[in-house]
């Protein structure tokens, strides 16, 4: 598990207590968990937790307790696990099937060896099928980003918002931002990945980008350092500097509290860090910038992830295409 994300880490092993717990209330061995047995495991799970205990019953046609797609990671999660242990114990079987591509081979290969860049999707070759329908993403109407902004009293808070709505960068990148990576002359932001963020920053997949950024970028920047960031020597760009301990780099608990004020302020209860990347990207595509340069910028593997991930656009936006492209009159 070296080098993968904590929170990868963390789900998985939240994902696999989930299925050791029902192995023992099933008095059942995985070693020897036939597939149809397993299937047992994603009904279990999608009770409430109350109503995991044995001699409950649950009416049919009862809501799903969990999203599908936490039982989409879930099932990755057994996928690997499996995979893991039939490599090293042929008595064991890869339940959740064998995927094929790029991945690591040989004698070892880690359990989240499925997780590193290039991999192809899990979904795909797992006989246990779960419906999932992709939820498009949560787009905020015109002007209330400024309504945000202005709701900050701090120009370091204004420079975090600005720099997500018009970078699409992951808080997480923000987060873990030096200052030598604005690049003011080249008019750029680079996102360097680090494995030595004090904060827990990471960039997603460990890619590295360069993305394009307007001027209002940097004049909010210039605007935080010289009105509040002064004389503290510090590489980091987001750091505490309103309570202790000072200096420190900012985390992603201190921004989502700073979320949870805005909300309050401006009554606009559906914003979020990734709200901004979302529009981001909206943007981007009705303005017909391809979308394999938006899943660049977005730092997404592929342009499958942007193509699915942003299949929101009204009929409207293509009718508008259509009529820019001069194929509709």
Same mark, same amino acid.
């Given at each position: $598990? ?11 092993? %939240? ?37 995991? !205990?044995?001699?409950?019953? $649950? ?23 499996? =995979? ?26 880690? $359990? ?15 006989? *246990?099928?779960?419906?999932? &329908?992709?939820?498009?993403? &949560? ?18 808070? #204004? ?7 018009? !970078? ?9 931002? #030096? ?14 990945? =680090? ?6 920053? #990471? ?28 004389? /503290? ?14 200096? &420190?780099? $900012? ?7 700073? *979320?949870?004020? /805005? ?25 017909? *910038?391809?979308?394999? &340069? ?17 299949? %929101?656009? !009204?009929?409207?936006? %293509? ?11």
């Amino acid at each position: $598990m070296v080098g993968r994300s904590p929170n990868t880490v963390a789900a998985y092993a %939240h994902d696999l207590r989930d299925f050791v717990e029902w192995l023992g209330q099933a008095g059942l061995d995985f070693r020897r968990l036939s597939l149809e047995e397993l299937t047992g495991f994603f009904g279990w799970l999608a009770r409430p937790v109350p109503a995991r !205990t044995p001699g409950v019953f $649950m009416l049919p046609g009862t809501p799903s307790a969990v999203e599908p797609a936490t039982l989409l990671r879930k099932r990755a999660a057994l996928a690997s696990f499996y =995979r893991f242990h039939a490599r090293r114990d042929g008595s064991v079987p890869a339940l959740l099937g064998e995927l094929v591509g790029p991945r690591a081979t040989g004698p070892f290969v880690p $359990m989240l060896a499925h997780t590193r860049r290039g991999r192809l999707g899990a979904e795909a070759y797992s006989p *246990v099928r779960i419906p999932f &329908v992709r939820k498009s993403p &949560v787009e905020l109407p015109e002007g209330q980003v400024a309504r945000l902004v202005a709701a900050c009293p701090r120009r370091r808070d #204004r420079f975090l918002l600005v720099l997500l709505d018009q !970078t699409g960068l992951r808080l997480g990148e923000a987060l873990g931002l #030096r200052h030598a990576d604005l690049r003011l002359r080249a008019g750029e932001v680079a996102v360097v990945p =680090r494995e030595d963020n004090v904060n827990g920053a #990471r960039v997603k997949g460990l890619k590295a980008r360069v993305v394009p950024a307007p001027l209002v970028v940097f004049d909010a920047y210039a605007d935080y350092m010289e009105a509040e960031y002064g004389t /503290l020597d510090c590489d980091f760009v987001f750091v505490n500097l309103f309570r202790p301990p000072l200096g &420190v780099p $900012m985390t992603a608990d201190s921004v989502a509290k700073l *979320v949870a004020r /805005l909300r309050a302020r401006t009554g606009i209860a559906g914003f979020s860090p990734h709200v901004l990347r979302h529009g981001y990207a909206t943007r981007l595509l009705r303005a017909g *910038v391809p979308v394999e &340069v938006v899943a660049g910028l977005l730092g997404h593997a592929s342009a499958t992830t942007t193509s699915q991930t942003y299949s %929101h656009l !009204t009929v409207e936006d %293509h009718r508008r295409a259509l009529i820019a492209a001069g194929v509709l009159v």
